[in-house]
């Protein structure tokens, strides 16, 4: 009797042993499992975010009680004006020595249809239009180094004598310093980007209409 109460105690605790095995596989498959305490590994210090504008404020003060912060803002002013006053020059323009010209075609195509403010197409998808078949350039654009005073004297013969008005356009130099001397609006061509619209490479360069296309001279000085 004592064996056989033995033996069926041990199989009483095996079978509550699998039940609890197959209890917490299900509560894990389920996403239910408990946190446990694993201890602690390792020294536990305190989360501490640094405020970033505190610290950028305490700098600013402590530059201002010391009077760096107003030398500081004078210093950018300064740079800033002399950027404005004179911008970086056009990179790759040099000095026309010989003369050059060709044409530009100012056509432009249209990928997407132009709609009207009711939706009806003005402009069909893959229209070639040139705008100089509906307006005319104004003006001359003359391209020049307002740093060099030989390209100076031909601007200045070409605004006298030129039946359109004369739109100069520096690709290096002071605009500002050249506007307020001859007392009419100076351009200056950032980042060269109407250079290497019309293929200019060398300056003096004027631009004038010749019909439906630019015409583009290149002017030994």
Not at 5 to 23: S, W
Not at 35 to 43: E, L
Not at 116 to 134: F, K, M
Not at 196 to 205: E, N, T
Request: aromatic fraction near 4%; charge should be positive; proline fraction near 6%.
């Amino acid at each position: 009797m004592t064996a056989i109460l033995k033996q069926h105690g041990c199989k009483a605790r095996r079978t509550a042993a699998l039940i609890a095995a197959v209890a917490a596989a299900a509560v894990a498959i389920a996403g239910g499992a408990a946190a446990a305490d694993s201890g602690t590994i390792g020294p536990v210090y305190p989360i501490a975010e640094i405020d970033m504008l505190d610290e950028i404020q305490a700098v600013l003060k402590a530059k201002e009680g010391s009077g760096e912060l107003p030398r500081l803002q004078q210093a950018a002013f300064n740079r800033m004006r002399a950027h404005i006053e004179t911008p970086t020059a056009v990179a790759g323009v040099s000095r026309a020595r010989k003369p050059r010209s060709w044409e530009v075609d100012p056509s432009v195509r249209f990928d997407e249809p132009i709609v009207d403010h009711e939706g009806r197409i003005v402009i069909p998808a893959g229209t070639l239009a040139n705008p100089l078949s509906v307006v005319r350039l104004s003006s001359v654009l003359l391209f020049i180094d307002g740093r060099d005073r030989a390209q100076l004297a031909v601007a200045k013969r070409l605004m006298d004598s030129s039946e359109l008005p004369v739109k100069l356009i520096l690709t290096a130099g002071s605009p500002v310093a050249l506007a307020k001397l001859w007392q009419r609006q100076v351009f200056f061509d950032q980042g060269g980007r109407l250079v290497q619209r019309f293929g200019i490479q060398a300056v003096p360069a004027k631009v004038s209409q010749a019909g439906l296309v630019l015409k583009v001279e290149e002017l030994p000085v």
